[in-house]
């Protein structure tokens, strides 16, 4: 065989090597060497403004087609304390601030009254960075597209508690299924997928927690949330 044969035999052999490993990849049989927590995030980099500058122009999901704002974040950038919602509201569509309808009313009193901080002093965001319409929930490939921006939003503020309100926002820094009644109550280690902590920093302790909305429907559960913000409010004086 000549050396022309060999080349194109050769070339021809490993095509089909790569497009069979890329086969087993997409069918979950072989495991990739990097896997998806060891990817890089392409925000690694991104200081907040930087951040808030990409987010607000992203087009990565069908959200930004009916979206009137973009909402980012807000409060102290060194807070020791994150609260993380699920997604903006019509009220949050309009002003571009995260929790300032009616459920937002209700997360500044628990701030203000219940925990004597301001909204000033904590840092406030959501999964979702644009309104489902509808107010409708979360889906799950939106999730997937949008959550970056808060991870690197957790990386660059490094707070030592996140209180997590609602559901969505729980699973997601969990990694879990569990639904909000059977997580609140009680601390959880932090299991963001990839999330990097400084040195001298420990990963975010979670406390979920009921959503503001839920209490607006719910009122007899804010004594379980008044609960969750003791032990919030205690652990953050003993660290």
């Known amino acids: 065989m000549d050396r022309d044969s060999l080349k194109k035999d050769y070339i021809e052999l490993v095509a089909s090597v790569r497009e069979y490993v890329k086969e087993q990849l997409q069918l979950g049989f072989i495991e990739s060497e990097l896997s998806e927590p060891e990817r890089e995030s392409p925000y690694a980099n991104f200081d907040l403004p930087t951040l808030a500058t990409d987010a607000a122009s ?9 979206r009137n704002s973009v909402v980012f974040g807000v409060g102290n950038t060194d807070a020791d304390l994150m609260f993380i919602g699920e997604a903006p509201g019509a009220d949050e569509d309009r ?35 644009c309104r489902p319409p509808g107010n409708r929930n979360p889906a799950p490939d939106e999730v997937e597209t949008c959550s970056p921006y808060l991870v690197r939003q957790i990386e660059l503020i490094q707070p030592k508690v996140i209180v997590a309100l609602g559901s969505f ?4 820094i969990l990694g879990t299924k569990i639904g909000i009644t059977k997580l609140r109550g009680e601390f959880h280690p932090c299991n963001v997928p990839g999330l990097r902590v400084l040195p001298h920093k420990k990963p975010p302790a979670i406390m979920p927690t009921y959503h503001p909305a839920y209490l607006l429907r719910n009122p007899s559960a804010k004594g ?11 652990f953050l004086a003993d660290v």
Request: with cysteine; proline share 3%; charged share 25%.
């Open 58 to 66: 992203c087009t990565k999901c069908p959200l930004h087609e009916t």
């Open 224 to 234: 379980d949330v008044w609960e969750d913000v003791k032990m919030v409010l205690a």
């Open 169 to 172: 926002a729980a699973q997601m």
């Open 95 to 129: 002003q571009g601030e995260p929790f300032v309808g009616r459920a937002g009313q209700l997360l500044t009193d628990i701030i203000v009254k219940g925990m004597k901080l301001t909204r000033e002093e904590v840092y406030i965001a959501n999964v979702l960075k």
